[in-house]
């Protein structure tokens, strides 16, 4: 079961990097960074399991916690950016 | 002596918050400018007294839970150099505010105080998840930092800056969690001693080795670079192109230096960083001596010399069998630490030009020998420090560098590093030659503020004259 989500958490990482390389709308690129955010959180989080004892290791969530909070804040950055872009594109045509 | 290391990124945090008060904004900027300026050369100071490393852990926590800081010499050397352009750069600001840019101000000095923070933090951070979260600081601030200017080509520039940014701060987390995964640690100090028990650290080192060399901008990842640091105003492309690529090349040799095992498979590796970053340093010149304008002419400059902090990786692998670990270290901070003054003191210089002349083609550059002596001495120092003239901080870098390349008959960094100084002579010369021509047309007499003049002047002599004082400088990093 634990290696379904390592997988899955490196499907992810594959599919958020070729979208990343080959998108060329930047929004569709911040949407890659996203994807790219969730499968490494997916993968650093499965490894919570990794321990010798029945309990689950707090550190990853903790660490996964800090890593959205940052994430949401940068995608919050790059979206406004990709608002005023797209406002001053249209302001010239 | 002691010394709590969070000053040294609350205090600047502090200074941001406040600068955006309109009524407290010039005393919080001095207040807090002086004062983190003031802690940074107190930390370097009791790193060259200290000798040894200094830990501190955050609110008392001990790692697994806490974050633990470090302060020793190579750290402190860079938060030393980091003070200085900032106070240098923050000078300057002063003056060009007053001139262009009034909307931008209280924007400006959040970000250059949070910049400075987050340069702080990554200096001093000794686990892996909080150098994350460094990076992830510098990326956001310095992607704003770009947009400043707020016409299309900054906005654009900013957004492709901070897409790549993010992605590779991402790709950066990937490589810290396997790590995680496989030692169960992030502090520095603990996986030294787990890397050499078990090789699944070479799992991490494609995220991790991909995610710096984008931030860093090592050729093929530099094509970020150039836009983004030119087309923004001076005072933020001087703190860009200066201090925002030398963290993840920082991160770099402290880890192979002091975590890596003596691997033989790591030698592959370095030598893969270090014909990159031959490539970059011939591509970068090469591109630089191409282009028509001063800004872009100094963005692909600092490709080329970021080019150098890679072109020795394979040293820091030699590093470890041969006793010439020092000579190493020296020879990166005293690279980093003079392209950082100088490359700050030739956009200031450059934000000069443009006041006066309007325009930022190399043809149009103002005759400043006849006109503006301080800012014509800011260009002359500071690119024979990038070209590494003698005397300069730059020669001592490479003098450091070759020596240490010859000693281990690396034949190949050596003639890299001296073709690397013809090149940066034949980018440099363009600058000297337009700022020392007799045109009439081309000597503006429209006073810069001084403020403006003094601060360019005073980075590009510290960095020239570095140069002769350069062994008290290095003498903390003989603990290293």
Not at chain 2, 233 to 246: F, G, H, R, Y
Not at chain 2, 272 to 284: C, H, S
Request: aromatic share 16%.
């Amino acid at each position: 079961m634990i290696s379904f989500y390592y997988i899955l958490s490196f499907i992810l990482v594959a599919v958020s990097v070729y979208h990343f390389i080959a998108a060329e709308s930047p929004f569709k690129r911040l949407i890659a960074v996203n994807i790219l955010g969730s499968a490494v959180f997916l993968f650093f989080l499965t490894t919570s399991k990794n321990t010798p004892s029945q309990n689950p290791d707090p550190v990853p969530h903790a660490l996964v916690l800090t890593g959205i909070v940052v994430a949401v804040s940068a995608t919050a950055v790059g979206i406004a950016l990709i608002l005023s872009l797209s406002k001053r594109e249209k302001d010239e045509s | 002596m002691s010394l709590d290391l969070g000053y040294l990124v609350a205090f600047p945090i502090l200074g941001g918050l406040l600068s955006l008060i309109g009524r407290l904004r010039l005393y919080a900027v001095f207040v807090f400018g002086l004062l983190s300026c003031f802690l940074s050369f107190y930390a370097f100071l009791l790193s060259l007294k200290h000798g040894k490393p200094l830990y501190q852990w955050v609110g008392g926590w001990i790692p697994p839970l806490g974050i633990g800081l470090r302060l020793d010499g190579l750290s402190g050397f860079f938060l030393m150099f980091t003070a200085v352009v900032f106070v240098g750069v923050g000078v300057y600001s002063l003056g060009f505010f007053k001139s262009a840019y009034k909307e931008r101000e209280e924007f400006f000095w959040f970000f250059f105080f949070f910049l400075w923070a987050g340069l702080n933090a990554f200096f001093l951070s000794e686990d892996l998840f909080n150098l994350y979260v460094s990076l992830e600081v510098l990326s956001l601030t310095a992607g704003v930092l770009v947009a400043l200017p707020g016409h299309k080509k900054a906005v654009r520039a900013s957004l492709n800056y901070l897409l790549l940014s993010l992605f590779a701060s991402l790709l950066y987390l990937f490589g810290v969690a396997i790590i995680y995964a496989s030692y169960g640690s992030l502090s520095m100090h603990m996986l030294a001693k787990s890397f050499s028990e078990g090789g699944e650290f070479l799992y991490s080192l494609l995220p991790l080795i991909v995610s710096l060399s984008i931030k860093s901008a090592l050729f093929p990842f530099h094509f970020w670079l150039p836009p983004a640091h030119s087309s923004t105003i001076a005072p933020a492309s001087a703190l860009l192109s200066s201090l925002v690529v030398k963290p993840p090349a920082y991160l770099l040799l402290r880890v192979w230096i002091e975590v890596f095992p003596k691997d033989k498979s790591l030698e592959y590796v370095s030598w893969v960083l270090g014909l990159l970053g031959a490539l970059a340093i011939f591509f970068g010149s090469y591109y630089a001596i191409r282009q028509k304008t001063i800004k872009m002419l100094l963005a692909y400059s600092t490709v080329a010399q970021m080019g150098y902090l890679f072109l020795i990786v394979p040293l820091y692998y030699k590093a470890q069998y041969a006793e010439m670990r020092t000579t190493v270290i020296e020879g990166f901070t005293m690279q980093a630490f003079s392209h950082a003054l100088a490359k700050a003191s030739m956009f200031l210089a450059s934000g000069n030009a443009i006041y006066v002349s309007k325009r930022d083609d190399i043809s149009y550059m103002p005759g400043f020998a006849h006109s503006h002596p301080f800012t014509f001495f800011a260009l002359f120092f500071s690119g024979a420090t990038l070209v590494g003239l003698p005397l300069s901080g730059g020669f001592f870098a490479k003098f450091l560098l070759i020596k240490a390349s010859f000693e281990v008959s690396m034949l190949f960094q050596g003639v890299v590093l001296l073709l690397g100084s013809l090149l940066a002579a034949l980018y440099v010369y363009p600058i000297w030659r337009e700022s020392l021509s007799f045109q009439p047309e081309k000597i503006y007499h429209l006073p810069i503020p001084r403020l403006m003049e003094v601060s360019a002047f005073a980075l590009g002599f510290v960095a020239f004259s570095s140069g002769l004082v350069a062994g008290f400088l290095l003498q903390a990093l003989s603990g290293v």
